[in-house]
């Protein structure tokens, strides 16, 4: 089974900060990554799917990059409604597997 | 407009099994390649995929859970149920089903969950 581990478990950062998470996949998922925020008490939302595109409506300053290995989730001007905990995902082969999240607070 | 919404027990007793409900909208698990998942989130911890289900009855589990679960569906219904057997504590979370569409990236099917349920939390508890 292949493992995601995600880095930082939690951040810290304020509004307009440029924000990065990080997925590392325990083998190579080519571009088989995405990404979803999830707000406490509400189901998760797709933010990013085959590592790089953008799901209709979310907005641009949400990017993705990465393959193989390594992946990088950007938020390049954090806004009050970014503070949530983010989870990537890959579906490259069963069985599908999340990362542990990554916690983006207030500082 | 995809909707899908969860219904079941929001208790159950250990060694009893779980039955729940994903009643959708929006889309025909007819259509070629569309899919339906299950995704459970213990309280303050990660999801954790179960399993899913193809519009041709195609089958996948997760398969540390795989002996205790049971995915089908009822297409002229629009439902897709969920059971698992032997509950025990640890089951407590809260359960989602999300839709899966076939996305075509660069000539490359990509699968992602990009509706989700609001969610059902079951308690595992005597």
């Known amino acids: 089974d292949i493992q995601m581990t995600q880095s930082p478990s939690s951040l810290s950062a304020s509004v307009g900060d440029r924000v990065t998470i990080t997925c590392r996949a325990s083998?190579?998922?080519?571009?088989?990554l995405n990404w979803y925020q999830q707000k406490p008490g509400k189901a998760p939302k797709v933010l990013i799917y085959?590592?790089?595109t953008l799901q209709s409506g979310v907005p641009s300053r949400f990017s993705g990059s990465g393959s193989g290995t390594d992946f990088t989730l950007t938020i390049s001007s954090l806004q009050p409604e970014d503070f949530a905990t983010y989870y990537c995902q890959q579906s490259y082969s069963l069985p599908w597997a999340f990362g542990q999240g990554t916690k983006v607070e207030i500082k | 407009q995809i909707t899908l919404k969860e219904s079941g027990p929001t208790l159950v007793k250990p060694t009893q099994t779980l039955t729940l409900t994903c009643t959708f909208s929006g889309f025909s698990l007819s259509t070629s390649g569309v899919s339906v998942g299950w995704i459970r989130q213990p309280p303050g911890k990660a999801l954790e995929w179960l399993a899913l289900?193809?519009?041709?009855?195609?089958?996948r589990y997760s398969p540390s859970l795989k002996s205790r679960l049971t995915i089908t569906k009822d297409t002229s219904k629009n439902q897709v149920v969920l059971t698992m057997t032997n509950m025990d504590p640890v089951d407590t979370a809260t359960y989602y089903c999300?839709?899966?569409?076939?996305?075509?990236?660069?000539?490359?099917?990509?699968?992602?969950?990009?509706?989700w349920g609001q969610g059902a939390l079951v308690t595992v508890s005597s």
């Open positions: 085959a590592s790089s």
């Open positions: 083998q190579s998922i080519s571009s088989y």
């Open positions: 999300a839709h899966i569409p076939r996305n075509m990236v660069r000539g490359v099917i990509f699968q992602v969950f990009d509706y």
């Open positions: 289900i193809y519009g041709n009855d195609d089958k």
